[in-house]
């Protein structure tokens, strides 16, 4: 085994035990905050547990897409699953707007409903958030500091939850002293509203990704215009940088030399060049001599 195969597999033990983690913490929770949240009579908690489940879901799929892209190439995936990654992050950006369409939605019914009999238990509400302000900062902590597209898109997931959950909090102890049983769902609708504002980059990124994108950190001309600094490069052709997944980028290009060259020189140069400059680990570069017609491809 490669000291860079090694590596990986075990950054993709460590990223599996933090997921485990997040999922154990955060079912609990949930079967926690359907209970109170019933009890309580609290739209806010009810509607953070069916969040949470969907949290849940999204660190599951994020998990299984970690399995997956450990698994070696095969003749029919010759790429291996790399790209469950940006499958994954794909879904859980989805699955975050439609959990928080539905906090939306529900909260607006809630205002638009209540009776006298509908005010939330405020000092119920209040210990249950609290406790969620501890597991879902916990799973966030976990997630943080990651440039990984699924670790990002799920630090948004329970970052949001962690701004819920004190929200929800404070809500329950400003019911307990007053009767604004309306604060219950309003800052549900402000919360939401504040992730999905702040989550959004993370839905751009992984539609671009799944749509074979130059990722985010890359630009194609600064690029072309470093092949093009290489002695005997006339003309650079075909050239293409998409993810293979949320962290391995692949290139391929056709690049025109001139009779000059030292083809295997050259090519050694590039291909070098590129992955340390741009740390892409994927290179594949053709290189033709300037007697030969080439036609470019339409992609």
Known sequence: MTVMNETRLNKAKLTSRKYQIGITLNIVFIIVEFIFGGVANSIALVTDAVHNMADV??????LIAIYLMNKKPTKRHTYGFYNTTIMSAMINSVILFVSLGIVIWESIVRLSTQSAGSQPVGWLVAVVALSGVVINGLTAVLMNGSKELNDRSNFWHFF????????????????SLTDWDWLDPTISIIAALFILFESWSVLKESFEMSTNAVPQRLESADIEGYLLGFAHVVAINDLHIWPLSTTETALSAHIEIDQKADYFKTLDQITNGVEEKFQIGHVTVQLETCDKEHCETKI
């Open 160 to 175: 949001g939850d962690t701004l819920l959950s004190v929200a929800v909090f404070a809500a329950g102890l400003i019911i």
């Open 57 to 62: 879901l999204s660190l599951v799929i994020s």
